[in-house]
T-cell receptor, first 108, second 113 residues
Framework: RKEVEQDPGPFNVPEGATVAFNCTYS??????FFWYRQDCRKEPKLLMS???SGNEDGRFTAQLNRASQYISLLIRDSKLSDSATYLC?????????FGTGTKLQVIP | DAGVIQSPRHEVTEMGQEVTLRCKPI?????LFWYRQTMMRGLELLIY????????DSGMPEDRFSAKMPNASFSTLKIQPSEPRDSAVYFC???????????FGSGTRLTVV
C-alpha cells in the first residue's frame, strides 16, 4: 500500500459548487496533517492544518479521521480562484510525506 | 521577510554538465528541505538538514546528487554529471518547530538536454 494515496483528478466543478477531496495514509505514526495548495508553475503554500476535531477557515473545512486513516478537505461555494492542485501532507517523527496532489478546476 | 530564496529560477544545461542549485532559508528556521517535483512522481523529499546537519538523505536518487549546508543561511544541491531524467522543478523549503508547515522557495526549473 502506498504511504499516501490521493485522487489526482481533475475535479471539474461549476462556480458555487461544493467539492471534497480525501487523502489516505498508511503510516499510523503520522502526527501532523496539512493541506497545501499549489498553483500552476508555483510553489506549494500552506492552506490549513488538519485536526481531529475538524477545523474551518471560511469556505474551507478540513477533517481528520484517525481510525480510517484519512484526511479530507471540503470547499464550499467554489470560486474560480480556487482552481489549483491540493496536496495532502503527513508529518511523522522525522519524516514528511506529500501526496501527489488533486487538481481542481472551477468552471464559470 | 524575504521568504526562502532560490537561484537560479531556470537552468538549462547539457547532459554531463555539473549543475548547482542554491537556497537561502528564512532567518531563524533551523530545518531546510530539498524537494524535487515531476509530473510522474509528484513532490519527493531528497534530503533535509537540521541545524546545518544532514538528517535524512535517503531520498537522494544516486551518487550524482550531493547537498551541503555550510551555514545557517545557505545550502546547495549539486548534480554531477547531470542527465535528462534529472529534469524537474527543485524546491527548497525551510521551517522550525515553532512554525506550522513549511515555506517553499519559488523553485528552480531544471532542464537537462
Amino acid at each position: 500500500r502506498k504511504e499516501v494515496e490521493q485522487d489526482p483528478g481533475p475535479f471539474n466543478v461549476p462556480e458555487g459548487a461544493t467539492v471534497a477531496f480525501n487523502c489516505t495514509y498508511s503510516n499510523s505514526a503520522s502526527q501532523s496533517f496539512f493541506w497545501y495548495r499549489q498553483d500552476c508553475r508555483k510553489e506549494p503554500k500552506l492552506l490549513m492544518s488538519v485536526y481531529s476535531s475538524g477545523n474551518e477557515d471560511g469556505r474551507f473545512t478540513a477533517q481528520l479521521n484517525r481510525a480510517s486513516q484519512y484526511i479530507s478537505l471540503l470547499i464550499r461555494d467554489s470560486k474560480l480562484s480556487d482552481s489549483a492542485t491540493y496536496l495532502c501532507v503527513f508529518r511523522g517523527y522525522q519524516k514528511v510525506t506529500f501526496g501527489t496532489g488533486t487538481k481542481l478546476q472551477v468552471i464559470p | 521577510d524575504a521568504g526562502v530564496i532560490q537561484s537560479p529560477r531556470h537552468e538549462v544545461t547539457e547532459m554531463g554538465q555539473e549543475v548547482t542549485l542554491r537556497c537561502k532559508p528564512i532567518s531563524g528556521h533551523d530545518y531546510l528541505f530539498w524537494y524535487r517535483q515531476t509530473m510522474m512522481r509528484g513532490l519527493e523529499l531528497l534530503i533535509y538538514f537540521n541545524n546545518n546537519v544532514p538528517i535524512d538523505d535517503s531520498g537522494m536518487p544516486e551518487d550524482r546528487f550531493s547537498a551541503k549546508m555550510p551555514n545557517a543561511s545557505f545550502s546547495t544541491l549539486k548534480i554531477q554529471p547531470s542527465e535528462p531524467r534529472d529534469s524537474a522543478v527543485y524546491f527548497c523549503a525551510s521551517s522550525n518547530r515553532l512554525v506550522i508547515g513549511y515555506t517553499f522557495g519559488s523553485g528552480t526549473r531544471l532542464t537537462v538536454v
